[in-house]
């Protein structure tokens, strides 16, 4: 990251220290979310990080904006910002116009079904539609994928939500018409579920390296046996384990991130992926291992962290997803892995 | 450690047939909707009447305080029953494993006259007060007070973690009834506590799902008749600790998240997905492991041996299985775990996740059984 | 066990205590073996246990025999007690006489053919064969399988080893006559394999037991950091993690045998060995953690229990092939688990 | 904890195609073959004397004393085309990892100019010698003795579980140069032994395979000049420390039992098993995640940053890595673990799972490392 771009991470930080309380995020219980985040962020023209000056935008790269997203994880926002942000994105990436308003994305292994230029079908657990003017997501005609645009004004909304509480509403289109329609080609396609799984390995490290914060902090104030918790070797375990995690999690993500911005990514973001997998599963349990009883209740936060990372883990392309396609890969490669592994 | 190896009899599998018939179709009737972690996070006073109404309640207890003497071998067998299938049991299931055995244990002729029967009947639910406000995993670090008076003693303080108090009637609520002294297992005390006292208030503590199953229980200067202390005054702790073998050695630190290890196999069979089989034989081996031990445990009980060290041995390999049942699952399945799903595959899913980290929590710890059961292994 | 088996149990015991230092045990590396115990247990007769007193044995049942195989494999005996009893057993089991000489048992997955009476083929892996009369195996001919008797001087034999330096070696066989023909029914055949796995899982208790018999001792010897060991909680851990699993591995080990003497098991085998694969690698991990530097020495006696563990549990029918059994009859169940479980 | 991510440059990424390329042709050739856990157990000093032909050994070094002067990254790619073909590199190793940073840091010019050079040509090895019988984790109970005489020091005592002691020609050795204080680290030195004086026994230890790594090394009287003291009198604790980030983070805490999954994923392919190589490839994404986690902390090593914590986590999560591996591969085929099997994958897996033990013991127990990297993190 520039100087510049440190310092927008900066702002973004200090905007989330003081404005994501845990009330805020508390809200989404309540069918509520965090619209005066949301509003900062838009003064600050935040959201648009990343995309070309040309198109309005403030400049960046992709390091820049998963910087941001793993910054939504860490303070979990409760605003569609991961969302709206990667819709343009894509948009950009396909040499298309960002759009104005609030939009949503939805890059998932079912496509919807374009016939004569008008989609019929569902798609489910769209995050934030119901908030969300515009909707980026695929389609499928005579086997070719397209990215498409629809106006969620066509659409028949039912909300619902993940297990953390977030917007997750399921669509139903009949003959909605399409606001774009860009062929992609498999090239494309692939890259566009790489983008989608990067950005939620984002969100995912930055819940982790949170995750890590809480647990630290509370092994040290809380006490026991008459003496703080982190003095006892199995406390120690834990952190040991969670700093490990944390770790190959952060370096996993700067990895990918590092290979997106020079545009050679090849398996790195399955990896990526099915670590985090891992990594989600071993943070939150060591996480409320050691918070204990106080750790599960609603009062304290670290079901912020710990909830989003069992919801997000199986969101869009999960883990069973790359394992399928890095088993196709190896299936059908003549290199040996460690050929893979070393060549870039 | 060698436990024994219990084979069921007729009689005993015949009663299985009958408790699982009646829940089989309890659940078709719709009285009841399956679900994971039931013991603890599934309430219904209404369906607690219809299992006392069975005979269910207090199966073990003598005849004359409304029990009907059977075998912890059955009583094992019911709890079984209503947990791989997910009955919401909660309501009364601490006065049926703990309340009971102990006043039968340690309660004075009129004390068990007094609640036995209702207990039997379903009418009447305890909580058990335990852990306190910053004590944790230090059970023994009790400040909560109870000063004698004439007739009886105040009591100041406040339990927390406390579930289902706000179903139940009374608290077995273990009290400081001397100063604390250099032993701070000394002094301690059980009272029974009606939680419709003057002076009692409970208030919810959430699970992180927002779900309302522990209580904190405030205590002000609340009046606590002679006739309702337990056992021997001083005699508290001893009196706790012969009750933890029967909480940590039970079917419900294993078959916590049955219900979705059920339904994960029924949708590869489904699914015709002998990979996916293959992996989850090997949770039912291990299942059926643990369940010879758990079985075993219950078994040297009824022979009123001693099972600290085995019940501690249970809760913390048992415990472990219930947490990885879910993590397995969503590596076998595409899934999309959501607590209103329409898919009972989700839904079990997400209540197993949420409610996971809880299971090697409560009722002790991991990292406090594991000291126990090493220090036992090396005393031996 | 009746109090005069209690009673064989003990001498044997005894004899395994006196007799097999560790010196006996690493005989077995110098391509010697436990000849003096054997002996010694021929003796007393006690190869003959389990074999009905009609047929010149002793008497006794399952209990007593598996008993004695779980001694065998806490002692780390080397001598071929299972593989002879076993044999004889499985005779008996298909009314045929006892061999008077030293035989041993190879019921695998892939058995020999068998044209016109007489056997052409390799067996590998073939426990003791060196020292061993006859071999009782499994041939098919046209699909059926027979159980069969081979005198050994008709094999051609080559040395080799298991991963604990047991004898197991590879036999072939060019026109060999056999002893005995005897078609199996698929049930009989079945109950063979079940028979064989369960020898197996009795020997890995044994070993189980040892391992962490040797475990806890060294925990209260051994000091660092000033104090004994067992003291740190760390390893504290690893002693219940032990303790769960040997009890774990006891319990289904007196559990299928209970089923063995009643004729009643249906899948428990299957789940006991699986149970002891899980078993032996979390047993042999932790012990060998906590006698750390000294424990992967040849000098300490560790290694002949781990060593077993690790051989044992990819000899015969092992985990995988259990686990395919298993699959293959939920898939074909229309039973619940809970059903299956439950039912007897 | 946030290092540095790594990416190879077309220079680097030729020369890791100029190691691989002479070591494939060596292996056809048969000067080796491949074995799992071979920096280790594999010494062979007439390869090590091949490698340092190639320039390889004390690659980073000054070229001065005969080093190639290349970078870190350079050393780090280097070693993992040893560990992931196998490579028996053993024989050198020590002197490479440990000896030259370790003299580079603190040694004299005498020694710089007289151990270098021979070291780089391959025909100076050296051991280290710091655990001692009975100290196991508690590496500063150190009680080998170096008394003060005339123009050196005279050693008493012994050291154990000394790698490869008997290929060795000299070692370093952490020796106790002041009567021991309250504080246990102090009054220690680092002294250059050269084993073949007099008064050295060397004796094995054959490790449970009955293979000869290991070896207690013992001292009676052995004189060594003044010139061979390392660094400071007094300083040797914390010079012995600096050692251990070099040898806690490298590829070898990660690559111990490479050849055996590489092997298993050809295996897998041969046989079309689509669901084994969707497991395989889980292995695949933490050994990539491991790397990353390894060459960042390569990269702050050559930077000059502090690494202690990073390292030991590398170490702990690497090593059970290694362990996995064996684990998996056979549930994933058919195996017969053998150390002279004919087929590559059950021989592997035989060196394996007798090796892994002592993956999580060698270089500091994972118990040890979790305790450094919790205080670690909890300081900052």
Redesign the interface.
Known sequence: MSEMKDMIAGVVERIFKEKVEKETVDLL?TGKWGEEVWQLLVENEIEKVAIKEGHGGAGGDYEDLFHLYRLVGKYAVPIPFVEHTLANLVLEYVNSQPQSGLSTIHIATQPLELIKGKVTGQL??VPWARYAEKIVTLATEQGKNSLIIIDLEEATIEN????AAEPRDHLRFTDANILLNHLLTEQQHEFLTQLQTAATVSKMVGAIDRAFELTLQFSKE????GRPIHR?Q??QQHLAILAGEQALSSSALDNIIALLVEGQVKDEIAFARLKLDDAS?IV??SA??VH??I??????R??HY??RL??W???DF???YWRKQLADKLLHSTNTIWEDLTKS | ?????V??TKEQ?EF?VEVRTFLQRELQKGTFQTKCDSWLSGSDPAFSKLIAEQGWIGLTWPKEYGGAERSSIDRYILT?EFL?IGAPVAAHWFADRQTGPLLLRFGTEFQKKLFLPKIVKGECFFAIGL?EP?S???LASVRTKAEKVEGGWIVNGAK??TSNAQDAHFMITLVRTEPVSEKKHHGLSQLIVDLKSEGVTIAP??????EHH?NDVFFDNVFVADDMVVGAIGNGWAQGLAELAFERSGPERILST?PL??ET??E??RR?D??G??????L??????????SI?VAKVLEEGGEVG??AA?VK??GTKFE?KIP?VV??LL???????AERDLDRFL?ES??HA??F???GG???V???I??????AR
């Open positions: 219980e489910q657990h619902s939500t993940n297990l809380r006490e026991q046996f006892f199995l406390v599963r939150a349990t409320h291992q204990a009883a750790g599960v209740t609603h009062e304290h670290l079901h710990t909830r069992w919801a883990r199986d969101e999960h883990g069973n | 450690m060698n436990l024994p190896s084979q069921f599998e299985r079984e791989a852990s910053n944790g995993s230090d927390t973690w503590i959430r699970y992180l799902t927002g522990f049955f290890l059920n196999i029924e590869l069979k015709q002998i990979n089989l293959a992996h989850a034989a090997k039912v081996a291990e299942l059926w492991s643990l369940r010879n031990l075993g060290v085995p041995l913390s390999v947490q993590e969503r590596m595409d899934v999309y775990p959501h607590l209103q997400a996740t949420l980290p809880g090697t929590i409560r710890t991991s990292e059984l594991y000291g059961i090493a220090k036992g292994v090396l």
